[in-house]
């Protein structure tokens, strides 16, 4: 069965850097594309950031780029987030989530909490 | 970039029917697709380009889109449906294509 597995999450102040992983299983990770997704606390969703199956093919909300990189390695099965210069308003629930064609987010991990804070 | 509206709360008896809403600019001409989110959880998907729904998911989860609203219905409301819904669209014209809506946060009374 499709299996998504955030981690990396964690407490970090304000101007730090945390990276993020996904790994995926139960699916051939090459075919598919990939995104982040996050949810704040007691708020709603916000997608973050898009990569095609081959990596070649990458989208930012605008509200991290410059400051977030995504990246896949599929020789590994995994997917990634660096995130650099963290804001307050960075701190949520951190979603993997694997995609169809027709742009729905058909199965998502569990997330992991990133904290920024001092 | 694209906006899409949800009304923050919609309630319903239980076997009644629920009707979300989904506003947004022509959003008839997009591939709309529904979500389910119970506290502490993951999101999952309900029903995906408009109207078809996942193996898995109840026949009570049907959806429609034309003009400037899609519509999230579910049928027989049962208590087990109470959680937040959003709907979401992937704007293939844009630079950041991935678009929520703010949600809906059904009370089944």
């Known amino acids: 069965q499709v299996q998504l597995v955030e981690s990396g999450g964690g407490l970090v102040k304000p101007g730090g850097s945390l990276r993020l992983s996904c790994a995926a299983s139960?699916?051939?990770?090459?075919?598919?594309?990939m995104s982040w997704i996050r949810q704040a606390p007691g708020k709603g969703l916000e997608w973050v950031s898009y990569?095609?199956?081959?990596?070649?093919?990458?989208y930012y909300a605008d509200s991290v780029k410059g400051r977030f990189t995504i990246s896949r390695d599929n020789a590994k099965n995994s997917l990634y987030l660096q995130m650099n210069s963290l804001r307050a308003e960075d701190t949520a629930v951190y979603y993997c989530?694997?995609?169809?064609?027709?742009?729905?987010?058909?199965?998502w991990g569990q997330g992991t909490l990133v904290t920024v804070s001092s | 970039s694209y906006v899409l509206t949800q009304p923050p709360s919609v309630s319903v008896a239980p076997g009644q029917t629920a009707r979300i809403t989904c506003g947004g600019n022509?959003?008839?001409?997009?591939?709309v697709h529904w979500y389910q989110q119970k506290p502490g959880q993951a999101p999952v998907l309900v029903v995906y380009?408009?109207?078809d729904r996942p193996s898995g998911i109840p026949e009570r989860f049907s959806g429609s889109n034309s003009g400037n609203t899609a519509t999230l219905t579910i049928s027989r409301v049962e208590a087990g449906d109470e959680a937040d819904y959003y709907c979401?669209?992937?704007?293939?014209?844009?630079?950041?294509?991935?678009?929520f809506g703010g949600g809906t946060q059904l009370t089944v009374l």
């Open positions: 989530a694997r995609m169809t064609g027709y742009g729905d987010f058909s199965y």
């Open positions: 139960g699916f051939t990770f090459s075919d598919y594309y």
């Open positions: 990569i095609s199956s081959s990596g070649s093919t990458i």
């Open positions: 022509n959003i008839g001409s997009k591939s």
């Open positions: 380009d408009d109207s």
């Open positions: 979401q669209v992937w704007d293939s014209s844009s630079d950041h294509p991935g678009v």
